[in-house]
T-cell receptor, first 112, second 112 residues
Framework: ELKVEQNPLFLSMQEGKNYTIYCNYSTTSDRLYWYRQDPGKSLESLFVLLSNGAVKQEGRLMASLDTKARLSTLHITAAVHDLSATYFCAVDKETSGSRLTFGEGTQLTVNP | DADVTQTPRNRITKTGKRIMLECSQTKGHDRMYWYRQDPGLGLRLIYYSFDVKDINKGEISDGYSVSRQAQAKFSLSLESAIPNQTALYFC???????????FGPGTRLTVL
């Protein structure tokens, strides 16, 4: 059974600081996705990582994938209040694709 | 207009009632999914469909059934609702095995 674990689950940080969210998973996969969810809203796709060593960046967020370590990171640079949300990683364990297992989510609060 | 829509957005029902949640997408995607979200558990896959004739159980399909009426429509039914099915339900769609999933706005279901 595939397990996906995120840490931390809760993160409170100050504006301007840097931090990293970690996503570990238990079985081999080379497809990992990051999503953002604002309170009371749906999930929004942030990054799609499809190979070992993949790195994607968008604004203050950068995601990477190490399939050998079964680890993905979401790095936040110089956080701003607008980044406050819950962040989920999801791993696709099927070669046919599309069967995602989600982590529990990391609730990020950026304080002024 | 939203690409993935869900109706109803909120529903309160009683134990033992049959209820149907509907999902439509205008993205022309073949693949569609139903998830439920519970606090602290992330999203869990209920059913998924790769095309109109291909429907598959996810990790928590017991107590649920689905119908893929057309490429654009995928409905989730609770034949006899029970209180522990109280949750936030999301529908999603994707193009292929490597594509991210696009989520609907969610249906908040309460079973009394």
């Amino acid at each position: 059974e595939l397990k996906v674990e995120q840490n931390p689950l809760f993160l409170s940080m100050q504006e301007g600081k840097n931090y990293t969210i970690y996503c570990n998973y238990s079985t081999t996969s080379d497809r990992l996705y990051w999503y953002r969810q604002d309170p009371g809203k749906s999930l929004e796709s942030l990054f799609v990582l499809l190979s070992n060593g993949a790195v994607k960046q968008e604004g203050r967020l950068m995601a990477s994938l190490d399939t050998k370590a079964r680890l993905s990171t979401l790095h936040i640079t110089a956080a701003v209040h607008d980044l406050s949300a819950t962040y989920f990683c999801a791993v696709d364990k099927e070669t046919s694709g599309s069967r995602l297992t989600f982590g529990e989510g990391t609730q990020l609060t950026v304080n002024p | 207009d939203a690409d993935v829509t869900q109706t109803p957005r909120n529903r309160i029902t009683k134990t033992g009632k049959r209820i149907m949640l509907e999902c439509s997408q205008t993205k022309g995607h073949d693949r569609m999914y139903w998830y439920r979200q519970d606090p602290g558990l992330g999203l869990r896959l209920i059913y998924y469909s790769f095309d109109v004739k291909d429907i598959n159980k996810g990790e928590i399909s017991d107590g649920y059934s689905v119908s893929r009426q057309a490429q654009a429509k995928f409905s989730l039914s609770l034949e006899s609702a029970i209180p522990n099915q109280t949750a936030l339900y999301f529908c999603a769609s994707s193009r292929d095995s490597l594509d991210t999933q696009y989520f609907g706005p969610g249906t908040r279901l309460t079973v009394l």
